[in-house]
């Protein structure tokens, strides 16, 4: 098997570090998305969204997204669980994973795309919108400001893919200048505690 990827994006990166939690070796192979090689149709066959990363089986088989593919790595090698092992902890991880995603990442993502005009030849940046977007990434960081105050990580008391996206995240969010501020005293703890993890370096 081998995934699809582009090793500066926060998306793939967030694979990357959940196989190296797992200890899972993969062969990874480079996209260009900013010269648009995931748009070619070649890439679409694989993903008709034209998005990395792109788990590719050896069977011939493509999955995208990248929840799905750590859900078929999860299901192929359950341990250590980073999704969960009883109904409860699956269900608290899924939730703390989708709302850090849309409210955090995706909205990091969106500031990025309509603010510095980096994907300018295939869509149409609205810089308001993403000045909105940023904010919107702001007031997130002091949700989890106030969910690490009672719990040593995100969706509980174990490392877990939510600590992985949001992790993902603040550092992209770098990108377009939102950081933590000296009030974040609970999220800078965790911050220092995951990003020391050997898996933050895949």
Not at 195 to 201: F, I, L, Q
Request: with cysteine.
């Amino acid at each position: 098997m081998k995934i699809y990827e582009t090793k500066t994006a926060p998306n793939p990166r967030r694979v990357r570090m959940f196989l190296a939690e797992k200890g899972i070796d993969v062969d990874y192979v480079q996209v260009d998305i900013q010269k648009g090689e995931n748009l070619t149709a070649e890439m679409r066959a694989k993903n008709p969204l034209g998005k990395i990363p792109i788990l590719e089986l050896d069977d011939g088989t493509c999955i995208a997204e990248t929840d799905a593919i750590c859900t078929y790595f999860e299901a192929l090698q359950p341990e250590p669980p980073l999704m969960g092992t009883t109904p409860v902890e699956k269900a608290t991880i899924s939730m703390w994973q989708r709302q850090v995603e849309f409210a955090f990442m995706m909205q990091i993502g969106m500031c990025f795309q309509h603010t510095t005009g980096y994907f300018k030849d295939r869509m149409t940046p609205v810089p308001e919108f993403g000045k909105e977007a940023g904010i919107n990434a702001s007031k997130y960081l002091n949700i989890l400001e106030r969910r690490l105050g009672v719990k040593e990580f995100i969706a509980g008391d174990t490392f877990s893919i939510a600590d992985i996206t949001a992790l993902c995240a603040m550092d992209f969010a770098r990108v377009v200048k939102i950081r933590m501020t000296d009030e974040h005293v609970n999220l800078a703890r965790w911050y220092e505690a995951v990003s020391n993890r050997e898996s933050a370096r895949a």
